[in-house]
T-cell receptor, first 111, second 114 residues
């Protein structure tokens, strides 16, 4: 399967703490994207990191990419209750206009 | 600005009945279009994608089909639904001609086959 894998599958932390989610993939990618999904809703794009980048920041989000290990991480700093959602990584396969998604991490922020 | 619409939001269908889910995009031309299915608590599985009118690529062999009759319209169909077709169906689009871009998702259709 080309699908990525994410860990942990579920993460529960206290508000204000940092949340780290990891993603591993199998195929060569042009870029890696992270999405957020609130329960029963569509996905919202959060951040995109290109294959030649190692780290990227956007507000409270920090993404790293290690193409040698085929892995990425998403860090959410100073978490808020509103960050509660499922987070998915997705790699854009080289030579194709299609994404391969991981299974997602369910993040719960406890107030 | 661009928007993507999906309908219906929820659908309950008997086994063996036909299916038609519609997705339309506004505010852009010649988008790449995608249909995904998401099982409960799982990631997304790409079903079909299209880079232009009448151009459909199928990712998973099954009893579903897709069509793109107009530039910004993408339809997911089935002649006879199976119980295993239940799930959350998401349509998405991305700009054409630019590989390093995000995909933008619709609100989804929850399908329950009984």
């Amino acid at each position: 399967s080309q699908q990525g894998e994410e860990d942990p599958q579920a993460l529960s932390i206290q508000e204000g703490e940092n949340a780290t989610m990891n993603c591993s993939y199998k195929t060569s990618i042009n870029n890696l994207q992270w999405y957020r999904q609130n329960s029963g809703r569509g996905l919202v794009h959060l951040i995109l990191i290109r294959s030649n980048e190692r780290e990227k920041h956007s507000g409270r989000l920090r993404v790293t990419l290690d193409t040698s290990k085929k892995s990425s991480s998403l860090l959410i700093t100073a978490s808020r209750a509103a960050d509660t959602a499922s987070y998915f990584c997705a790699g854009l396969i080289q030579g194709a206009q299609k994404l391969v998604f991981g299974q997602g991490t369910r993040l719960t922020i406890n107030p | 600005s661009q928007t993507i619409h999906q309908w219906p939001a929820t659908l309950v269908q008997p086994v063996g009945s036909p299916l038609s889910l519609e997705c339309t995009v506004e505010g852009t031309s010649n988008p790449n279009l995608y249909w995904y299915r998401q099982a409960a608590g799982r990631g997304l599985q790409l079903l079909f994608y299209s880079v232009g009118i009448g151009q459909i690529s199928s990712e998973v062999p099954q009893n579903l089909s897709a069509s793109r009759p107009q530039d910004r319209q993408f339809i997911l169909s089935s002649k006879k639904l199976l119980l295993s077709d239940s799930g959350f169906y998401l349509c998405a689009w991305s700009p054409t001609g630019r590989g390093v871009v995000p995909q933008y998702f619709g609100p989804g259709t929850r399908l329950l086959v009984l």
